[in-house]
């Protein structure tokens, strides 16, 4: 069975709603390349190429601060390391499928899409279905994504002086965090990768970001890890 235009249709149209919330996120990502001293041909190919959300902002902040290579790699890879698990879920629905269709779901692979896949194989499990279901929902993400992070490079090359743009980017990025922060968990993760990541803004090779995000993570786990003990007791 042959997956239909509808098919692709309704995943976009799925992804709608949601994309209320990524437009300026992505105009932060937008903002992020350009303050940190890149041109805005060099930011949209960065935006293309790397397509990593809030990885993508971190990776930009560190290279901007002239981190070494290394660093940039880890803390991007640390970030994304819940993929591993999106994408062994998602694994199933894409067996036997073509080395394109699967190397293409994966590069365009996020948190939303993944959501909207995987409630979608409840309500209809036929694999071609889903597949162009989630494909679907993918590209109206990565559209927007991509036009937003355009936008926001123009922009910041619009804004007078290197000091506005370096105080929007983290402010930007602080108010599309602040609704996240519900539950201990999440708020726990923050405070501990926020406090980390000061405590250590000095440490060598700009480990800092590094890490804070890694001590937020293990906080973020452990308080996880309590509240299930506490449930199963």
């Known amino acids: 069975m042959r997956p239909s235009k509808n098919d692709y249709v309704r995943g976009a149209w799925a992804m709608a709603p949601i994309l209320i919330g990524v437009v300026p996120f992505s105009i932060v990502a937008g903002l992020a390349g350009v303050a940190n001293g ?4 060099e930011t949209a190919a960065f935006s293309l190429f790397t397509y990593a959300g809030a990885a993508q902002i971190a990776a930009l902040e560190l290279i901007g601060d002239n981190a070494p290579l290394s660093v940039v790699l880890c803390t991007g890879l640390i970030i994304n390391l819940r993929f591993l698990m999106f994408s062994a879920a998602l694994a199933p629905h894409f067996s036997g499928t073509s080395l394109r269709r699967r190397l293409a779901g994966a590069y365009l692979l996020v948190d939303h899409a993944f959501a909207l896949g995987m409630l979608e194989a409840k309500r209809r499990p036929e694999a071609k279905s889903l597949q162009a279901f989630y ?4 590209m109206a993400f990565w559209l927007t994504w991509q ?12 804004l007078p002086g290197s000091e506005t ?6 402010l930007s990025f602080l108010a599309l965090l602040a609704p996240q922060l ?6 726990a993760a923050a405070v501990v990768a926020a406090a980390t990541a000061l405590l250590l803004h000095q440490a060598p090779a700009n480990l800092g970001m590094l890490l804070g995000t890694g001590a937020g993570i293990l906080a973020g786990f452990g308080v996880l890890t309590l509240n299930w003990k506490r449930a199963a007791a």
């Open 182 to 187: 519900m539950g201990r968990a999440p708020l």
């Open 38 to 41: 890149m041109t805005i041909t």
């Open 135 to 138: 494909l679907g929902a993918c």
């Open 165 to 170: 743009l370096e105080i929007a980017v983290p």
């Open 147 to 158: 036009i937003g992070a355009l936008a926001g490079s123009v922009l910041g090359a619009g």
